[in-house]
């Protein structure tokens, strides 16, 4: 499962962008999806992460100001980020975990990350 990321960019703080993070292949079913971001010299840290049912959860820095969503016919993960700040300057990471189909039509578990995308934001 191919996991594609889109909409990152250069915007001025108190801005807002969204991402988007589709995914590609024999999906049978995805369970929980997450956005995790990176700055130069830091570690990768989960932002949100939302469940099948929808469930969501954020990390303390991004609430209220971010919300994930996803479209489940789709395949598709968003996350809406309001009110940018510098220090959300990063790369960007979907990931998704669930199962997809083989050749013979059996499930097999699957955890795949997004390619990044890059989100700069300017004082």
């Known amino acids: 499962v191919q996991l594609q990321a889109s909409g990152g960019g250069l915007v001025q703080a108190g801005g807002s962008l969204r991402l988007s993070c589709e995914a590609s292949g024999k999906v049978s079913s995805i369970n929980d999806m997450s956005w995790h971001r990176q700055a130069p010299g830091k570690q990768r840290d989960l932002v949100a992460s939302i469940t099948s049912g929808g469930n969501t959860n954020y990390a303390g820095s991004v609430k209220g100001r971010f919300t994930i969503s996803r479209d489940n016919a789709k395949n598709t993960l968003y996350l809406q980020m309001n009110s940018l700040k510098p220090e959300d300057t990063a790369v960007y990471y979907c990931?998704?975990?669930?199962?997809?189909?083989?050749?013979?039509?059996?499930?097999?578990?699957?955890?795949?990350w997004g390619q990044g995308t890059q989100v700069t934001v300017s004082s």
């Open positions: 990931r998704a975990v669930g199962h997809y189909y083989t050749d013979n039509q059996d499930p097999v578990a699957f955890g795949s």
